[in-house]
Nanobody
Framework: QVLLLESGGGLVQAGGSLRLSCSASGRTLSMYAMAWFRQAPGKEREFVASIHWNAGVRNYADSMKGRLTISGDNGKNMVYLQMNSLEPEDTAVYYC???????????????WGQGTQVTVSS
């Protein structure tokens, strides 16, 4: 089993920044990718960013391109998401995920955190 814990969410004004963190514990062997997704009320969970430890490949959602940086420390099983120039449309619960490969699909991730709320005021 793998446990993922997110932190760093909160309330921020439009144009502000937040840095989210995710820590993984348990049997993470063969889980080579970590990612961030988000879900707003009434909407499907959508891809935000991902990182593959071996290849070092990072992917970002087009809707947030240029405003995100995903990084991590594989040795510590931690991943971070730096978000800049936040907009009210970014308001959502942000979830950390871990899986065997990097993907933009929720179906390719085996473990999920409980989520952290991000609220951007106008």
């Amino acid at each position: 089993q793998v446990l993922l814990l997110e932190s760093g969410g909160g309330l921020v004004q439009a144009g502000g920044s937040l840095r989210l963190s995710c820590s993984a514990s348990g049997r993470t062997l063969s889980m080579y990718a970590m990612a961030w997704f988000r879900q707003a009320p009434g909407k499907e969970r959508e891809f935000v960013a991902s990182i593959h430890w071996n290849a070092g490949v990072r992917n970002y959602a087009d809707s947030m391109k240029g405003r995100l940086t995903i990084s991590g420390d594989n040795g510590k099983n931690m991943v971070y998401l730096q978000m800049n120039s936040l907009e009210p449309e970014d308001t959502a619960v942000y979830y950390c995920a871990m899986g065997p490969r990097s993907s933009r699909s929720t179906q390719d991730y085996s473990y999920w955190g409980q989520g952290t709320q991000v609220t951007v005021s106008s």
